[in-house]
Structure formats: structure tokens, C-alpha cells
């Protein structure tokens, strides 16, 4: 769990360093203003769902559709419901491939967790 716990933070320093430099009048290139913090919106918001969800069951993980239905139904209410809705919000197909990223990052390092925790378990 401890790899999920830094790439975490990692996640949530990014993105407050982020606002707090856009705050401040940072420019920044297109790309990273467009999509970075799409990228760590699905580590922040998985991060969280899994504190969350071990508070009440100590060995839980994510699974791999836990993930995916997180990052679609994030797809759907940003990408698809807020556009329409509000003019802050623009339905870009690169910000669903960005929510994307971020969930197989989070994954992945949660993966590399649960088979180090599986390697130091003992044989019965």
C-alpha cells in the first residue's frame, strides 16, 4: 500500500502546486493547461475512494472495473452532462483519454502493491 499512498500525494501536491501557480499567474503550454489536471484528477479521485472504502474493509482494493466505472462516470458528467450545462465546461475527447491515463497509472500502482504484499505473504 505504500506505493498507492506516494503516487497519491504525488498526485494531490501536483495539482494544488497547479492551482496555486495558475493562481499566481503562471503560464503554462497549452497542453499542460488543457490536460494536466485531467490526468490527476483520476489518481486524486481513486486515491480517495480507496481511503475511503479500507477505512470500512482493511484488505479492500480497486478492482479493475472499480477503476473503469470511476473514469467513465467522470467521462460522462464532465465530457457530456457539464458542457451543455455550463460554459465553463468543454467536451474534449483528449480530456477522456487523459481520465483514462490517470486511472491505468493508479492502477498500476496498485497493482505493483497488491504483488508485493502477495510476494511477503507466508505459504500455508
Known amino acids: 500500500m505504500k506505493r498507492i499512498i506516494i503516487f497519491w500525494w504525488l498526485s494531490v501536491t501536483l495539482s494544488i502546486s497547479y492551482l496555486i501557480l495558475d493562481h499566481f499567474g503562471v503560464e503554462f503550454p497549452v497542453f499542460i493547461r488543457?490536460?494536466?489536471?485531467?490526468?490527476?484528477?483520476?489518481?486524486?479521485?481513486?486515491?480517495?475512494?480507496?481511503?475511503?472504502?479500507?477505512?470500512?474493509?482493511?484488505?479492500?482494493?480497486?478492482?479493475?472495473?472499480?477503476?473503469?466505472?470511476?473514469?467513465?462516470?467522470?467521462?460522462?458528467?464532465?465530457?457530456?452532462?457539464?458542457?451543455?450545462i455550463s460554459e465553463r465546461y468543454t467536451a474534449d475527447v483528449w480530456d477522456i483519454v487523459m481520465y483514462a491515463l490517470g486511472s491505468f497509472l493508479f492502477y498500476q500502482v496498485q497493482k505493483i502493491d497488491l504483488k508485493n504484499i502477495a510476494q511477503k505473504k507466508p505459504l500455508r
Open 34 to 84: 488543457s490536460y494536466f489536471m485531467d490526468l490527476l484528477c483520476m489518481p486524486v479521485i481513486c486515491g480517495i475512494t480507496f481511503f475511503l472504502l479500507r477505512f470500512f474493509k482493511e484488505d479492500f482494493y480497486l478492482t479493475k472495473w472499480h477503476v473503469i466505472s470511476l473514469t467513465i462516470m467522470y467521462a460522462i458528467y464532465f465530457e457530456m452532462i457539464m458542457p451543455p
